[in-house]
Nanobody
Framework: VQLQASGGGLVQAGDSLRLSCAAS?????MGWFRQAPGKEREFVAA??????????RDSVKGRFTISRDNANGKNMVHLQMNSLKPEDTALYYC?????????????????????WGQGTQVTVSS
């Protein structure tokens, strides 16, 4: 599975961005992770292959929304990020994991994912 992340940029605090991840195949569970300089990669959000279940880290709940768009042959996952804060600054990666019943604590672990995109930089200035 090939993943292509896009949508990052330089914005001011309070602004919004929408990240997108295009997958070459359908029906994969998807997750967004981020890594700030000098820090470990951390979980941001996840969505199951069906779109029925989503999960977020506490610091982005109410601000970020993960969704998927499989209409018309598209295999896209989006991360709508509102009310951005300087602490959201990081390189954002999308990951994919096959199988059913992949949610909960497992979906929060980056080593559980099988495929990764190249990352897209999000920089939020204060």
């Amino acid at each position: 599975v090939q993943l292509q992340a896009s949508g990052g940029g330089l914005v001011q605090a309070g602004d919004s961005l929408r990240l997108s991840c295009a997958a070459s195949q359908r029906n994969y569970n998807m997750g967004w992770f981020r890594q700030a300089p000098g820090k470990e990669r951390e979980f941001v959000a996840a969505i199951t292959w069906s779109g029925s279940t989503t999960d977020y880290r506490d610091s982005v709940k109410g601000r970020f929304t993960i969704s998927r768009d499989n209409a018309n042959g598209k295999n896209m996952v989006h991360l709508q990020m509102n009310s951005l804060k300087p602490e959201d600054t990081a390189l954002y990666y999308c990951g994919a994991k096959g199988g059913i019943n992949f949610s909960g604590w497992r979906a929060r672990l980056d080593h559980e994912y099988e495929y990764w995109g190249q990352g897209t930089q999000v920089t939020v200035s204060s």
